[in-house]
């Protein structure tokens, strides 16, 4: 009967210490260590093998590949479960090049943006942030933005109606429907959004918010139709002048500046009513209006009011400094005849700021024999027009018994003679 002692094949004790004896210093020894018993226990273990062949008869003197390979089966599943195996250093593989992953960033939701809008602890710039990204996702941030005008504070709710403006067309429809709440506060910032989208859309529904009984509905209709500058509004704003209070009839003023052109005749209008308040209103917003009314304003220079020629004098004095030409002669008319003794200066100043060479003659009739106040606004503008044909009459007002006008006209000889 075939012998086979168990004993040979006992495996050996190879487990690891446990890490909390083994020092930092020792381990690689511990590992050498452990290669080097691996294969002094594999020597024995293929001696003993070999000499159960000999004594079983199955190996002569030198074992040979043919008595190898008449190994019985049994041993040779034995060798095969008992051998541990031999731990060979593998040649390293070349690794392909690892690129890093990409970083996938998520793109916060609208729910997150608009809490981080209406946050009170957060800062303006995180607000200003977060609303700028509701601006690029557009339509599905519209109702959101809707909500933080209604409940944020003053500051969020000018964040979220200008970001509304930005938006543009998808923000009107919804903003229009607002329009119809009861909350007149939140009424109100829809129509300063609309106002900002400039959308053409909302002319007819904020119209009627003109003639609304509070004043916060009247001043945001008002300011969003300057905003989109449609000539339907004009008719209804003037209307809304009669009877205003001051401040809103300055918004209904600089409303009807901002639509400007289509503004022009019924704004002019005004000026032919006896009432002093209307002409007064009247000539502001052609003031604003600026160049399309210039001849309305030159004409607001023979009203009988006082105010009303002055502020015609200063819109057409801003008109002539951007090089409109037609102002000059009215100005210069305003210098010498005007009854107003605090007009002429104006007039003086105003012509030095437009530079006209045809100011000249009339500046220097002016600075020989006029009220010291007006000789020394004379004595300003000839320094600012820069026409060297008044250095004489300069040098005599250099000499002039008031102080002012001996200043003003050394200044002006500084400027003419310079190289």
Request: some cysteine; overall charge positive; proline content about 6%.
């Amino acid at each position: 009967m075939f012998y086979r002692p168990t004993c040979c094949f006992k495996r050996f004790n190879l487990e690891k210490p446990d890490s909390k004896n083994v020092t930092r210093t020792n381990k690689r020894h511990f590992k050498e260590d452990r290669l080097m018993s691996l294969k002094t226990n594999c020597e024995v273990f293929t001696g003993c093998v070999l000499m159960i062949l000999v004594l079983t008869g199955c190996a002569g003197g030198k074992a040979s590949k043919k008595t190898a390979a008449t190994l019985p089966p049994v041993i040779e599943k034995e060798i095969k479960q008992q051998t541990p195996p031999i731990i060979e250093k593998q040649a390293e593989k070349p690794q392909a090049e690892i690129k890093p992953k990409e970083k996938v960033v998520r793109e916060p939701s609208i729910d997150t943006l608009v809490n981080i809008l209406i946050d009170r602890k957060s800062w303006k710039d995180e607000r200003e942030r977060a609303a700028a990204e509701l601006v690029a996702r557009g339509k599905p941030a519209v109702k959101p933005l809707i909500m933080a005008m209604k409940e944020g504070d003053d500051l969020v709710q000018r964040i979220a109606i200008d970001a509304l403006g930005k938006i543009g067309g998808p923000a009107v429809e919804p903003l229009l429907a607002v329009l119809k709440n009861k909350d007149t506060y939140l009424k109100g910032n829809a129509a300063l959004a609309l106002g900002q989208t400039g959308d053409v859309r909302a002319v007819e529904p904020l119209i009627p918010l003109l003639k609304s009984p509070e004043g916060w509905l009247r001043e945001t209709a008002a300011t969003a139709l300057g905003e989109i500058g449609d000539a339907r509004a004009v008719e209804p704003l003037i209307a809304g002048l009669n009877g205003e209070k001051a401040y809103l009839q300055e918004i209904i003023i600089d409303a009807l500046g901002k639509i400007g052109g289509p503004a022009v005749k019924p704004v002019s209008g005004l000026m032919r009513v006896d009432n002093v308040m209307f002409r007064l209103v009247a000539v502001k917003a052609l003031g604003k209006i600026g160049e399309p009314a210039t001849e309305q304003l030159i004409e607001a220079l023979n009203d009988k009011n006082n105010n009303i020629r002055s502020i015609a004098l200063k819109a057409l004095g801003e008109i002539g400094a951007s090089g409109n030409p037609k102002v000059v002669d009215p100005v210069i008319q305003v210098l010498l005849s005007d009854r107003d003794k605090y007009l002429r200066p104006k007039a003086a100043t105003i012509l030095g700021l437009i530079g006209d060479k045809r100011a000249v003659t009339p500046l220097l009739i002016t600075l020989e024999n006029d009220l010291k106040h007006v000789r020394t606004a004379a004595a300003e503008a000839l320094g600012e027009i820069g026409d060297r044909s008044a250095v004489e009459a300069l040098k005599r007002a250099a000499g002039d018994d008031d102080t002012g006008v001996r200043l003003k006209a050394r200044e002006a000889l500084g400027k003419l003679e310079k190289p």
